[in-house]
């Protein structure tokens, strides 16, 4: 006769195996992106993106324990952001590109949580209104982001973030705009 814990064990070894099958099959790339349009010509905008120290607007960096250093160019490919926080993480973002005013691309790499080499991208596009600011983020998946994918939801987190980035980079400018 099985015991009951014979059986419970092989139960959860099949819930385990099934919650790992599900990871695996789960996609091997993720990205992304918020939008915020924002009443304001994109040569006002840019300099607050591309300047790593004018990026104040970043929610993950307001953690008040946060350490963070500036190095290389103070702007354009080459400035360098390095950072450790218990909420934020360890790791730096470096920008690799940039098309003024109408682009900016930046490495993010993480070493704490989870390590990551991540593509951040800000595109600014003229539209009626003003400018459309969209921030995004895209990158491969490791197995271990995958079974952190079937417990939380890392886009809307992520989103959210930008979303909130994004409401605090529009407030900045468009407060600019009403102070001028």
Known sequence: MLTILTISGVVLAAALAAFLALAARRPDAFSYARSVVIRAPAERIFPLIADPVAFTWNPFNEDPRLRGTYSGPSRGPGA?????????????????????????????????????DNRVEFRLEPVADGTRVTWSMSGPVTFM???????????????DQFTRGLGKLKTLVEGEAVAA
Do not use: H
């Open 80 to 116: 360098r952001y390095t950072f450790e926080s218990r909420g934020a993480g360890t790791g730096y973002t470096e920008i690799v590109e940039e098309e003024p005013p109408r682009r900016l691309g930046v490495r993010l790499v993480m070493t704490k949580p989870l390590a990551c």
């Open 145 to 159: 982001g995958k079974v952190m994918n079937q417990v939380m939801d890392c886009e809307r987190m992520c989103g």
